[in-house]
């Protein structure tokens, strides 16, 4: 059983005892305790089951590389799964619960799963698509969906809160171990800025577990100093509880910080994710010690002896009483000492070197501890606790020396450097034969926009295990990094350490070597994923060579953990398996993050209504008082109707249409694109990017225009006023003003950068307001200030003057086919002018109305809309807009393109209108047209479909228009539309201009 | 011009530090050869200013002249002045090639106090916010958020933002929510 000691323990407090509750048993720990060590303090070493075959799992690390310890935390809003007892904090009241088991931790049905484990080989999952073809849908997929999977989804919203920070520093040193501190002292000295961060809440890494002296003094005393010397620098910034998640292109790197996790009580953001610029990044960031390759190494109780040590010296927990050591190097010995000198009982270490002659074996002998050298360990028995391990000779094959009674195994297969960040973005590595072990290649950094390589790794994280070593690289780490800025630093100004003398390490990928298939298939490599060393042979079998196809073949090292025990172990064997060495055989790619980071983190405050940015009109907050149900057009929210109290939106349409139509209607139409474009050249460029001729406007008047791009294809459409000799106006479409300008910007400043012409996008500095409908000059004369008689502002002209004592520029514009003014005046006072208007328009029956009786009545006009008649395949000439096509311009954007033959093919879809046979039944939009026989699989030919369709107040009948094959030669045939259920509709093809052909309704 | 209002209309909110609406002012883009006399002559008839360096913001008695890029100043006068002050620059530089246009009424203008206006940007902004990396009287362009957004300091506790109006609530609840106490990093101090 794993316990609680009466002594030891530094980073615990134990004068603080805190509650908390693992599937709803109440158990106790301290401060200081993370989940994962109050979990073995209470003797809970099963804490979940495996992803495949639901294995007992227990406690193997005690840091970010434990693949087991996942537990879902708190309850409802606050519930998070897949959470890490290992780099969870403890605070009072946690709630946690084990993952992946049914019905209990205790007793899991699916463990059934292990008695088929001969029929859940390597590939597994991709084999189930291959035969019988059937079984897939109906027998494996819903029993591997139901059985796979870790953690619940959480059924409430987050109740927490994130959000971003932006640094910019020049130094960032990931890892507050002794390297990172040592690192950060040299560079602080030098004046630039260092940002320090470390993810646990404790500065030291290692290096007090490790007994490791610095300065003459003990680890813990120096980290203490070198801290208060590093508060004392203003450059220097430090930052606990914060992980280096990723780094990226141009010295970008990601950092998290967990500013509540520990305690939920604190207010403010939950997580804060550092988006840092960086002009270097020192990765301080360690090792990671590797399991070894025995049979039942997954059974809990089996942990990494540095964790051993680690639960032991921080925080006072013996993982068991009878704590075996298997081992192929010195530094495990550092585990089996201290366990023995807690007076804990070591009754073995299986040390698979044929000799162990250094100081720290030396030293266990002399402490009366049983070292078996050239052993290792044939099998673990145990069911949910370990109980004893068998002993063999390593070079065989498992033939029993002796069996051990034991509850927990500390294991080492060795240390592998922390290398993610070093990786992420391009760092290569090198095989160290000599260490066993991927270490950063400095010749081959991630490189910047300059060449020179912009991460630099430091201490245990570069390769370095003894103390002294690390500190000497991580000063010149630092020094390298600020030499590469242009400032000073000194290396030999660092502090020196010590740490017991390690002989070298023997490379064991197999225990024993020579295990047979039995042994292999009990030998976990990914403890996670349940994939063992039978698998990865497996794979290479079947023909797998690449490192990367095995794993995914496999899934070595993709559950979240992401391999960080796993990989090297299992790439030694497939190197092994097809005989190989290790470096040809490589690694996986490293991803950012280094270890998951919370999707509240990653989506920073864009949430509620700060999810979206919303454009609003100056009228916006009248328009949503006033009954507005709303659509949005691009960024913009705009009023599909105005209802009345008691109207349905149908009926407010109606009654919008009939009133404008009829009386007077009040549009706001503030949103429409409008792009000041003013030079010596503004015509000619105007001429290139519309279609018509813009630069024989005459001043005062405006002219529609249509926008295409380089192949032909209509991007825009709007209304050009020409405001003086050598300035214009653009109006574009709702939701093409960004990107008109863009356009114009793009010509200006990559093709025609020497014509004289500047663009400003004035969209937002007017409020444009439509007064429309027969009694629209009424209203007009009634606001006063202008003349806005037939004779002084004759239709496609504009005034700027005074209205209602508002300065406004009057546009006499039509999109309704009505009388009609558009009336520009300073956003700021457009829901002045808006007011006056409505006030004035009273008298004449006035109502405002919203895009929906907009859309009808252009439609009923037969004028397109971009996006609808539009997608983006449509030319000009499809839309029978010919006549805005200048014939007299040498050139214009998209003039070439529509003299291919296919856009002058005569059968090209064209736009026509429609009538459907009932006039009450309004053809779907984006109904399909079909024509001929049936073919063989009952589809018939589509000739095209309904762009708009809509319900005519006006006319009293339905109307659509359509994209037709041929259209134009098409004029009264009546064209079938299946929709659904069989039902065809019919309707005959007309012209599309529906009311008022002459338009003398808009030209009074 | 009592009629005019600024999108929030004077709202403001006191968190970790204050946001306040800066209400209606006028603003002038001026786009034209920056080397060009004519053209700083016209400035400086207008405004009473002369052009400042790239990045910077001047100010003087009757407004600010910003440097928006390689050919752009951004104006700042009263909000009613700034339709006489393009006509004044329209006449100085009549028959150049430039383009001097009111956009007053398309932004937003938002004025935040205390110590920790740097933090509070910093939050939304990919730009160096330290001391050294913007400057009191250097404007930046950038984004804040999801939005564009420019702004600089006059001393180390009062910045000033200038956003598109349409978006100037949505900004608002921004920086409100940034400014919330309590969620400052606190880098230093």
Known sequence: MSARLARHGRLIDRRKPLQFTFNGRHLHGYQGDTLASALLANGQTLVGRSFKYHRPRGIVAAGPEEPNALVGLGKGAGFEPNQRATTTELFDGLIAESQNHWPSLEFDLGAVNKAMARFFPAGFYYKTFMFPRAAWEHLFEPIVRGAAGLGRVPQEKDKDTYEYFYHTTDILIVGGGIAGLQAAEIAGKSGLRVLLIEQTPDWGGRAMVDGVQINGIGAADWVEKALARLRAMPNVI??????????YDHGYALGYERLSDHDPKIPGPRHRLWRIRARRIITATGAIERPLSFAGNDIPGVMLAGAVRDYLENYGVSPGELTLVVTNNDNAYLSAIALHE??????????????????????????????????AIGTVHGGKRVTSVTLCNQAGSGAILDEIPCDAVAMSGGWSPVVHLWSHCGGKLRWDADQAMFRPDPARPPRGANGAGFVIAAGTANGHLAAEAVMEDAAEAAAAAVRALGAKADPAKRATARSMPEMPILPVWSMPANAGPKLRMKTWLDFQNDVKVSDVRLAAQEGYESVEHTKRYTTLGMASDQGKLSNIN????LADSLSRDIPQVGTTTFRPPYHPISFGAIAGEARGPLFKPLRKSPIHDWLDANGAHWEPVADWRRPYCLRRSGETVKEAVTREILNTRQNVGLLDASTLGKIIVKGPDAGRFLDMLYTNMMSSLKVGRCRYGLMCNENGFLIDDGVVVRLSDDTFLCHTTSGGSDRIHAWMEEWLQTEWWDWQVYTANVTEQFAQIGIVGPKARSVLEALGGMDVSREALPFMAFQEGQIAGIRARVYRISFSGELSYEIAVPAALGQAFWNKALAAGGDFGMQPYGTEALHVMRAEKGFIMIGDETDGTVIPQDLNLGWAISRKKDDFLGKRAQQRPHMVDPNRKQLVGLLTEDPQVVLPDAAHAVEGPKRANGMENIIGHVTSSYYSPTLGHSIAMALIKGGSRRMGETLRFPVADGVVIRAQVVDPVFLDKEGERQNV | MSDAV???????????????????????????DLADEKLSAAVKAATGMGLPKPRRIKKGKRGAVAW?????LLIFVDYDLADSTVTKIERALQGQYFLAVNVSDAR?????QGTGVREVIAKGAPVDMSPQGLPVGEIRRTRLGQVAAAFWLSDEEHLTLVCFRSVGSFVYDWLCNAATEGTLPRLTG
Do not use: H, W, Y
Not at chain 1, 240 to 245: F, K, L, T
Not at chain 1, 348 to 373: M, W, Y
Not at chain 1, 570 to 573: E, I, K, Q, S
């Open chain 1, 238 to 247: 430090l930052r606990s509880r914060m992980m280096g998640a990723g780094v």
């Open chain 1, 342 to 375: 807690a007076g804990l009982t070591v009754p073995a270490i299986i040390d698979a070197r044929p000799e162990a002659t250094g100081a720290l074996p030396q030293k266990a002998r002399a402490l009366g501890l049983r070292v078996e050298t050239g052993c």
């Open chain 1, 570 to 573: 299992g790439l030694a064997v």
């Open chain 2, 6 to 32: 600024s999108v929030c209309n004077g709202a403001s909110f006191s968190g970790a530090v204050q946001v306040l609406d800066a209400g209606l002012c006028g603003m002038i883009t001026l786009r034209g």
């Open chain 2, 68 to 72: 928006m890029s390689p050919d752009e």
């Open chain 2, 108 to 112: 937003a203008t938002f004025a935040l």
